[in-house]
Each structure stands twice: as C-alpha cells, then as structure tokens.
C-alpha cells in the first residue's frame, strides 16, 4: 500500500506548554518569567517549535502528511495551540485548531489540531465533567472536548481526552476516570442511537493504561476497540513512573473503522523515536523533558506521542 493511500491521527501530552503570561484565574505562576521555572519568552517559544517539529514528523514514515488530526493535552490556551501550527515547520500546511478553557485550577486543557485540506470541522462543543472527591469536594479537572467533521468526506466524531490524574494515589483516584469513561459512554449511546455506523474516535491522556477498569471494562466493548492494547511492554510505553512503563496515551476507534474499507484501520503506535529520547544520566531510555524538577533540560515531554494509521 503507497503513502497516498494512508492517514494518521495523533495524540500528545505535551507536558506543561504554559504561555509566560501569569493568569490571575490560574496556578501558572511557576511558568512565568519571575516564577520558580523562570519561563519567558525563549524557553516558550524553543517549545513550541520542539512541538510543531514532532507533530510533523509524525507518521510521515507511512504517510504522505503529518497527521490530519492531532489531539493535544496539557496547553494552556487557545494562542498556545495556534503558535503551534503558526511554528515555522507548520505553518505552510493547513492546520487549524478547536479549544476550550476548562476549569481545571492550573489552566491547561486539551485541544485539536485538523488539516483543513482533509477534515471539514461542523460543530465542536467542550463537554463539563462532574467528578467529586471522596469527601464531597469538586475536582476541577479538565473537560472533554467534543469535535464532528468530515474527515476525507466521512462524519466523525472526535473526544479528546485528559482525565484526573493518580496523584493521590490509584486507589483514591480510580473511580473518577470511571466516572468520565461513563460520560463518555453516555454520548457514544446517544450518537450510536441516531447512526448504528457512526465513526468515533476517543484519544486522550486517559491517566491510566489499557488494562485498567477504566479502559479495559468501562469503555472498551464491541462497539469500541484499543489498538493500543499490545503496545505496553515492560520495556516501552508512552511515560514511566518510578521505573515502570505507561501507556496513559491511547487512541480508541468504533468497530466501524474495521467494518468499511473507507478511512479503515491499519496499525497504531509509539513514536518514540531517538530525538524524543534522554540519552544521558538516569533518566536514559526516557521520554526528553522540558524541565526535571526545577532544572531545565530543554527538552520536549514527559509523554511519548501516539498515533494510529488509516486507508482512506
């Protein structure tokens, strides 16, 4: 099969890509020029090219363009995602961006990247979550942001996804990510009631990996397949936490994407290539990151990017 044949969609945390504004609503005051990660100017915009160059080298193996969509979490606002695809290495191909700010309490949210040339955007909409602590205390987190289209001339339905994340532990946290994968249940019910065949596609930082609950029993059925199912192994994943390997980043699909031949599911996968990768010290074999700790490293993420490939 050539590269005219074939497609790819993203997805990528792009860990903490503040602008260097201090937001009054927000706690980005360690991103700014005067706080504790002293961000300014130089170090927004030298991540900001770091972004645009992975975004579009991904895929390009396979495919004739970098992926016609790209979700994206961990961007503080709309201008973040549009300096993006305003970088130098995007700026001549045709992207364009959906975001909303959510009310998570550090201001960053999720957002979607599309070529104009081969997704027709038609209605967009953040979709609030209402998730509590065990103590009755609402948890700020993000929205899910919900995106239709034509893509190559097909209706689409796109979510993307940053779901509460396990820094209280897994144990404390686990029933909130069940809470979204039910939401999100909720308006594939109701899509899949209007259109038996729609197409969907649910990406994200699902703060959790493929055989969790979450995934595993509350979103994965035989209307909704992960591709990303094989690609955890003890040696590879997306991020790595106290020496074990994630898969956090995942890319699901209706089983329509398998039924038809058009905009049909080949393969998915890490892109983990050696330019991502810290190649020194202890933190070898990891994801490059921008900062560890409060020493800057200049380097892109603590996520490793996802995609998947299709035919049109």
């Given at each position: 099969?050539?590269k005219?044949?074939?497609?790819?969609?993203a997805?990528y945390?792009?860990?903490?890509?503040?602008?260097?504004?201090?937001?009054?609503?927000t706690l980005?005051?360690d991103y700014?020029?005067s706080?504790?990660?002293k961000?300014?100017?130089?170090?927004?915009?030298?991540?900001?090219?770091?972004?645009?160059?992975?975004i579009?080298?991904?895929?390009?193996t396979?495919c004739?363009?970098?992926?016609?969509l790209v979700g994206?979490?961990?961007v503080e606002t709309?201008?973040v995602?549009?300096?993006?695809?305003?970088?130098e290495?995007?700026?001549y191909?045709n992207?364009?961006?959906?975001?909303?700010?959510?009310?998570?309490?550090?201001?960053?949210?999720v957002?979607?990247?599309y070529?104009?040339?081969?997704?027709e955007?038609?209605s967009?909409?953040?979709?609030p979550?209402q998730?509590?602590?065990?103590n009755g205390?609402?948890d700020?987190?993000?929205d899910?942001?919900?995106?239709q289209g034509n893509?190559y001339?097909e209706l689409?339905?796109?979510?993307v996804n940053?779901?509460?994340?396990?820094?209280?532990?897994i144990?404390k946290?686990?029933?909130?990510?069940?809470?979204?994968a039910?939401i999100?249940?909720?308006?594939i019910d109701?899509?899949l009631?209007?259109?038996p065949?729609?197409?969907?596609?649910?990406?994200?930082?699902?703060?959790?990996d493929?055989t969790?609950?979450?995934i595993?029993k509350?979103l994965?059925?035989?209307r909704?397949?992960n591709p990303?199912?094989k690609?955890?192994?003890?040696?590879e994943g997306?991020?790595i936490?106290?020496?074990?390997?994630h898969l956090?980043d995942?890319?699901?699909?209706?089983s329509t994407?398998e039924?038809?031949?058009?905009n049909?599911f080949q393969?998915?996968?890490i892109?983990?290539?050696?330019f991502?990768?810290?190649w020194?010290?202890?933190n070898?074999?990891e994801p490059?990151?921008?900062?560890?700790g409060k020493?800057?490293r200049?380097?892109?993420?603590?996520?490793?990017?996802?995609?998947?490939?299709?035919k049109?």
């Amino acid at each position: 099969m050539t590269k005219e044949n074939l497609f790819s969609i993203a997805f990528y945390n792009t860990e903490n890509l503040f602008d260097y504004k201090d937001d009054v609503h927000t706690l980005d005051n360690d991103y700014t020029p005067s706080g504790r990660k002293k961000w300014g100017h130089y170090r927004y915009q030298h991540k900001v090219n770091k972004i645009a160059k992975v975004i579009s080298k991904i895929g390009t193996t396979d495919c004739m363009f970098p992926p016609v969509l790209v979700g994206l979490a961990e961007v503080e606002t709309k201008q973040v995602a549009l300096d993006i695809i305003h970088s130098e290495v995007l700026r001549y191909l045709n992207y364009d961006c959906v975001h909303y700010d959510s009310p998570d309490e550090r201001g960053i949210d999720v957002a979607l990247l599309y070529h104009k040339d081969f997704f027709e955007l038609t209605s967009s909409e953040a979709i609030p979550v209402q998730v509590f602590e065990t103590n009755g205390v609402k948890d700020d987190t993000r929205d899910i942001l919900y995106v239709q289209g034509n893509l190559y001339g097909e209706l689409t339905h796109v979510f993307v996804n940053h779901w509460p994340s396990r820094r209280k532990g897994i144990d404390k946290t686990h029933f909130k990510r069940i809470a979204l994968a039910n939401i999100l249940n909720y308006r594939i019910d109701q899509i899949l009631a209007e259109d038996p065949e729609a197409k969907i596609i649910i990406m994200g930082d699902f703060n959790d990996d493929p055989t969790s609950e979450s995934i595993a029993k509350h979103l994965v059925s035989n209307r909704i397949k992960n591709p990303m199912e094989k690609l955890l192994t003890p040696k590879e994943g997306t991020l790595i936490h106290n020496g074990v390997w994630h898969l956090f980043d995942q890319i699901l699909y209706s089983s329509t994407f398998e039924k038809e031949q058009k905009n049909q599911f080949q393969k998915a996968a890490i892109y983990n290539e050696d330019f991502l990768t810290d190649w020194t010290g202890r933190n070898k074999g990891e994801p490059l990151r921008t900062y560890i700790g409060k020493f800057y490293r200049g380097g892109f993420s603590d996520h490793f990017p996802v995609y998947a490939i299709f035919k049109k």
